[in-house]
C-alpha cells in the first residue's frame, strides 16, 4: 500500500524503501549501512520522477560512497534509468573505469562491484579464494556462484584445476559448495574430483550441489548420445 501510494509500478513490490523522496535522499547519503544506501537508490529511482537534486545525490553516490559495491549499483541504476527519467549520464565508461579501480584498491577487493561492472576476472576471484581469511573466501565463493558477471567468457585452460581441487577439501562447507559450482560452470574436466568427494561429503547441502551437478553433466551427456547419428 505504501508504494502505491508513492506512485511505483506495484506489479513486483517489497523490495523499496516505504518513504518520502527527500527521507530515501537522506538514507542514500548517510545511512550507515551500505545494503539500505543502495535500496534506497532504487527506491528513488522507481519513482515515478524524481527532483533534480535527488539525481544529483545519486550521481554523488555512484562516485564518492565509501562502498564500492554501492557505487557500482548506483552506476548501473543510472544508466539503466536515464532516459526514463529523461537524463543525461556522459562518461559512463570512464566513470565504470573510476569505480573499477576503487573497487580494486579496497582490502580486500571488492569482488561485489567489479562482478556488477562485469569487470570480474577469474585472476581476481582466485587470489582471494586462496586467502586464509575465511570470510573473504567465502565472498569469493559468493562471487563464483554469480558467473555471469565475470569479463571473460571462459577461463585459460588449466587455470582453475589447482584451484578447484584446493576449494573441495576446503574445511567450509560453503567453500566447498563454490568449488562443485565452479566445476558446473567452468571446469568440466574437474567432475571426477566430484564422484570422489561424493563418496565421503557428510554436509547436505554440498551433496546435493554435487547430485545436482553430476546429474545434469549426465543428462546433457545422454541427450549428445541421442542425437548421435546411427
Given amino acids: 500500500m505504501d508504494e502505491a501510494v508513492a506512485g511505483y509500478d506495484v506489479s513486483w513490490f517489497g523490495e523499496r524503501l516505504p518513504l518520502p523522496e527527500s527521507e530515501l ?137 589447482d584451484a578447484i581441487a584446493g576449494l573441495l577439501r576446503d574445511p567450509d562447507p560453503l567453500v566447498r559448495s563454490c568449488g562443485v559450482a565452479m566445476v558446473r560452470w567452468f571446469d568440466p574436466a574437474s567432475v571426477p574430483l566430484l564422484r570422489q568427494l561424493q563418496t565421503t561429503e557428510i554436509d547436505p547441502w554440498v551433496r546435493f550441489r554435487i547430485w545436482e551437478c553430476l546429474d545434469e553433466r549426465s543428462t546433457a551427456a545422454a541427450w549428445d548420445d541421442a542425437a548421435e547419428p546411427a
Avoid: Q
Avoid at 535500496?39 to 524524481?50: E, H, N
Avoid at 541504476?77 to 579496497?106: T, V
Fill in 25 to 161: 535522499v537522506t538514507v542514500l547519503l548517510s545511512d550507515a549501512s551500505p545494503d539500505r544506501r543502495s535500496r534506497a537508490g532504487v527506491s528513488l529511482l522507481d519513482l515515478p520522477a524524481i527532483r533534480d537534486s535527488s539525481w544529483t545525490a545519486l550521481v554523488g553516490a555512484m562516485t564518492a560512497d565509501a562502498d564500492a559495491d554501492v557505487r557500482a549499483s548506483m552506476w548501473l541504476l543510472l544508466d539503466g534509468a536515464r532516459n526514463k527519467h529523461g537524463r543525461r549520464f556522459d562518461d559512463a565508461g570512464e566513470i565504470a573505469d573510476d569505480i573499477e579501480r576503487y573497487a580494486r584498491s579496497c582490502t580486500p577487493p571488492d569482488l561485489r562491484a567489479l562482478g556488477a561492472l562485469k569487470r570480474l576476472t577469474f585472476a581476481d576471484m582466485l587470489a582471494e579464494l586462496a586467502s586464509p581469511d575465511l570470510e573473504r573466501r567465502r565472498r569469493a565463493a559468493t562471487a563464483a556462484h554469480e558467473f555471469w558477471r565475470f569479463a571473460e567468457v571462459s577461463a585459460p585452460r588449466g587455470l582453475l584445476g
